[in-house]
C-alpha cells in the first residue's frame, strides 16, 4: 500500500487566496483526520470522518476552513479566504475502526501564506 | 477536558537511557500511543498501551498506569537517529488528543 497520500507537499499562497489540500486515504481505512500542527499549538485535530460522514468538526477553526470527503478514497480541505496565521503544516491521516497501530499519517503539507 | 502534558526537551546521550514521561486527563480513555517526529516528517506509530504495565518493542518500552493517568517512553542504547520529537497520545475512544511534544537531542 502506498500509504496516505497528501498533495501538494508545499503551498504558498498570497493572502485571500483560495487554497485547497488533498488526501487520498489507505484504502479500507474507515476514518480519515485533518491535523494541523504548528510550534506554537502543536497538533490539532480539525475535522475526522467516519465511513465519509464528517463526525466532529469542532477543532474547525473558523468558518474560512471546510472539509469534504466524496468517496472512501479521497478528500479535501479548503481555506477561503487565506490568512497569514494559517501557515503550518496540514497533516491528514487514516485508521481502521480497531486499529490499535493508530494512525498512518501522510507526509502533510507545508502551507504558508504570505 | 482534555489536557496531556510532556516535557518539552530532553537532551541525552548516545548510548545512554532516557525516559520521556507523559501525563494526561482526558474524557474516556481507550489507550495510549507514543509517536515519533523527525523534523519536517510525519508522526510515525511506536508504541500502544491499553493496560497497566510496561509493553517493550526492541530499544523502546512504554509504560502505563491509568489510575495515575501516566505513561513514559523509554529508549535504550540511544542513537544519533533517535534524535526527534516524541508525541503522547490519547485515544478518548473516537479520536486522538496529543500532547505537545518532547523534542530529544542526543549528543555524540
Known amino acids: 500500500d502506498a500509504g496516505v497520500i497528501q498533495s501538494p507537499r508545499h503551498e504558498v499562497t498570497e493572502m485571500g487566496q483560495e487554497v485547497t489540500l488533498r488526501c487520498k486515504p489507505i484504502?479500507?481505512?474507515?476514518?480519515l483526520f485533518w491535523y494541523r500542527q504548528t510550534m506554537m499549538r502543536g497538533l490539532e485535530l480539525l475535522i475526522y470522518?467516519?465511513?465519509?460522514?464528517?463526525?466532529?468538526d469542532s477543532g474547525m477553526p473558523e468558518d474560512r476552513f471546510s472539509a469534504k470527503m466524496p468517496n472512501a478514497s479521497f478528500s479535501t480541505l479548503k481555506i477561503q479566504p487565506s490568512e497569514p496565521r494559517d501557515s503550518a503544516v496540514y497533516f491528514c491521516?487514516?485508521?481502521?475502526?480497531?486499529?490499535?497501530?493508530?494512525?498512518?499519517f501522510g507526509s502533510g503539507t507545508r502551507l504558508t501564506v504570505v | 477536558g482534555q489536557n496531556i502534558d510532556q516535557p518539552t526537551e530532553m537532551t541525552a546521550t548516545e548510548g545512554a537511557i532516557v525516559q520521556i514521561n507523559c501525563t494526561y486527563q482526558t474524557s474516556g480513555f481507550n489507550g495510549l500511543f507514543w509517536y515519533q517526529q523527525h523534523a519536517g516528517e510525519a508522526p510515525t506509530f511506536l508504541s500502544y498501551?491499553?493496560?497497566?504495565g510496561l509493553e517493550e518493542k526492541g530499544r523502546f518500552s512504554s509504560f502505563l498506569s491509568r489510575s495515575k493517568g501516566y505513561s513514559y517512553l523509554l529508549l535504550k542504547e540511544l542513537q544519533m537517529k533517535d534524535s526527534a520529537s516524541y508525541l503522547c497520545?490519547?485515544?478518548?475512544?473516537?479520536?486522538?488528543?496529543f500532547g505537545p511534544g518532547t523534542r530529544l537531542s542526543v549528543l555524540p
Open positions: 498501551n491499553v493496560l497497566d
Open positions: 491521516a487514516s485508521s481502521l475502526v480497531s486499529d490499535n497501530y493508530g494512525y498512518t
Open positions: 484504502s479500507g481505512h474507515d476514518y
Open positions: 470522518f467516519n465511513n465519509n460522514v464528517p463526525i466532529d
Open positions: 497520545a490519547v485515544s478518548n475512544g473516537q479520536n486522538f488528543v
